[in-house]
């Protein structure tokens, strides 16, 4: 009886003994196989992670080129405002330079109005002198002959006389007027008389001032420059 009990026992162990192994090993077995799971997981995750950057890199030249476009608009624009503006120029009517003939015309017309203006004020005025001097004529024709009067010695102040005599104080005589038998005018004051006669041509309304030459009064007329009329003062 002894004896079957150790062999039942030790068939006992041996099963066990065979059956432990073949379960380590396919424990073994599946332990390795995990990793390589995990490995072939990873590749996977590699190419899930490089799409976004390959999305990335595709979608870059598409920005480029949307990008880009404005300034190729633009770039396409300039030629054509360009040519807009070269059509308007062309279209707009030019300013021709005036001729030499024209603009000669054209400054000689105020000159001929000028000229033509001053001839008429000058056909005025002479028509107007002439007929004050035909006036003039028969109205001195019919005074009588001045009465002269001796030079005397009398003076003017200086400060008076450069405050109403000389050149830019011009006046006129009218009438002379017989005063103690001898011819006299009035002005600045002063009575003068006439030491020489009247000239010819000179009537009593032209503007006429009293000048002061070589020590002796002079009634000067600026229509006829260098004639003159002696005369003197009288206190």
């Known amino acids: 009886m002894k ?14 003994g065979a059956t432990v192994p073949a379960y380590a090993q396919d424990e073994h077995h599946e332990g390795d196989a995990k990793p390589e799971k995990q490995d072939q997981a990873k590749p996977a995750q590699h190419e899930q992670q490089a799409k976004p950057a390959k999305q990335e890199e595709a979608a870059k030249p598409a920005k480029q080129e949307e990008a880009a476009k404005p300034a190729k608009q633009e770039e396409k624009a300039k030629p054509a405002q360009e040519e807009k503006q070269a059509k308007t120029e062309k279209q707009a009517p030019q300013a021709k330079p005036a001729k030499p003939e024209e603009q000669a ?102 503007d006429v001032y009293v000048d002061y030459i070589d020590g002796g009064y002079y009634l000067c007329n600026p229509d006829y420059p260098g004639a003159q009329v002696a005369i003197s003062v009288v206190l």
């Open 105 to 206: 015309k054209s400054e000689k017309q105020p000159r001929q109005a000028e000229q033509a203006k001053q001839e008429n004020r000058g056909n005025a005025g002479g028509q107007q002198h002439a007929q004050r001097t035909a006036s003039e004529q028969q109205r001195q024709r019919s005074m009588p002959a001045l009465r002269l009067s001796a030079r005397s010695e009398s003076r003017i102040p200086d400060a008076r006389f450069r405050s109403n005599f000389g050149r830019g104080h011009e006046f006129r005589i009218g009438s002379p007027t017989l005063v103690g038998g001898y011819s006299r005018f009035q002005y600045g004051g002063y009575w003068f008389g006439f030491v020489q006669p009247w000239p010819d041509g000179w009537y009593y309304t032209d």
């Open 3 to 16: 004896v079957l009990g150790v062999i039942s026992t030790t068939a006992l162990l041996l099963m066990l």
